[in-house]
């Protein structure tokens, strides 16, 4: 990160009590440099200094503090179902936070329209400055070239794989903002890293289990960011023998083919057609949770697969803990609690023991946050 972010994070650590000697010390920046940064970010209204009243022998310490309102960031998490939006403050207090439905592709034109409608709504909403808007960082459910800004494919929300979508540069011209794009997972992980239960860990894993499965990376402090050709934590996408449903991503027997909410949906089609009102994974999962023999028997399946692909993160990764969100983990649900019975079957006691497994605790937001995250980090 740079010293500028390194410096604001010191400061707003220390809430309203950092001095620059502080400052310095919790960040390890140079003096000079950090006096430097300090006095530009004073000048700018970034930072200002409080006044106090001497208290003794010497000169008093004079507490830097961040200025909420300097400025701000937006967060937009485009998932398959529904997108969030969300603006932040400089402090990351949350100012406006809105949720629509995801409209499923219908080609380019229509779908730049509609970001831009999804910009204009935002701006038009939040009680912000306009001209303090600093970035954008948009996550998105699919394989983003992150370092174009290019969504390559959303199998999810009907966006083909090759369909590359230069949704950053398009949306920073219209914005006239730079914008950052990553997926979902990535933000998502970001999120958890900075403001979740786990904070501040140096290793984590998340696992979204919803519409899509998909995984996120903090690896000895540092962001995982997954990218087309070098994929981190598509464990959705991992083969599974013996599976023979097609994936939105064309190839047979992924992960997530079985184990996705629409596919258990259309497994419940297969194999219960009689009973309609259990076509979804939230009817599948109530339905096991009572003990309906169909429901049980195709969200253990479902469980086992989750836990080959969690298996394989936690053996590659090391977490200090494991992160669970999406709409498939509810805490006391029959598919939530499979998928760890199975992990446990899978993985030794004793590499079970050197990690914490818990949901997450920023709620459906978090990939948002994630984004206005990546957006401070880039562009202030």
Request: aromatic content about 10%; charged content about 20%; overall charge positive.
């Amino acid at each position: 990160m740079r010293n500028t972010v390194i410096i604001s994070d010191a400061v707003r650590e220390g809430q309203t009590g950092f001095s620059k000697k502080d400052i310095q010390k919790r960040t390890g920046v140079s003096w000079g440099t950090m006096c430097k940064i300090v006095d530009s970010l004073v000048a700018q209204g970034y930072l200002f200094a409080r006044k106090q009243e001497p208290s003794g022998r010497g000169r008093p310490m004079i507490p830097i503090c961040i200025n909420p309102a300097s400025a701000y960031f937006i967060g937009i998490d485009l998932g398959a179902s529904r997108t969030r939006m969300l603006v932040c403050d400089l402090n990351f207090n949350t100012i406006y936070k809105n949720e629509i439905p995801t409209p499923y592709y219908s080609g380019e034109e229509r779908f730049f329209d509609w970001l831009r409608w999804v910009f204009d709504t935002i701006v038009n909403e939040a009680p912000m400055d306009r001209g303090r808007l600093k970035g954008v960082g948009m996550s998105v459910s699919g394989n983003v070239d992150h370092e174009t800004g290019v969504i390559v494919s959303g199998g999810n929300w009907g966006v083909k794989w090759g369909t590359n979508l230069p949704a950053g540069g398009v949306l920073a011209k219209y914005a006239r903002v730079p914008v950052s794009v990553v997926t979902a997972a990535s933000a998502g992980v970001l999120a958890e890293y900075h403001f979740g239960r786990w904070r501040g860990h140096s290793n984590l894993v998340t696992v979204g289990l919803g519409v899509g499965i998909a995984s996120g990376v903090i690896s000895n402090g540092h962001l995982l960011v997954s990218q087309p050709r070098c994929p981190v934590g598509y464990i959705g996408h991992m083969l599974i023998p013996g599976n023979q449903h097609i994936c939105t991503c064309g190839f047979r027997g992924c992960l997530e083919s079985y184990s996705g909410g629409e596919y258990l949906a259309a497994v419940a089609r297969e194999k219960i057609p009689d009973r309609p009102e259990l076509h979804s994974a939230a009817a599948l999962d109530y339905a096991a949770e009572n003990g309906y023999p169909e429901a049980i028997d195709i969200l253990t399946t479902a469980a086992s697969y989750n836990a080959v692909g969690i298996a394989s993160m936690i053996q590659l990764y090391s977490p200090d803990a494991l992160i669970f969100y999406g709409g498939q983990c509810r805490k006391d649900g029959f598919l939530f609690k499979q998928t760890l019975k199975a992990l446990e079957n899978v993985l030794p006691q004793e590499r079970m023991s050197r990690f914490e497994i818990g949901l997450s605790t920023l709620g459906s937001l978090q990939s948002a946050l994630g984004g206005v995250r990546m957006a401070y980090e880039k562009f202030f």
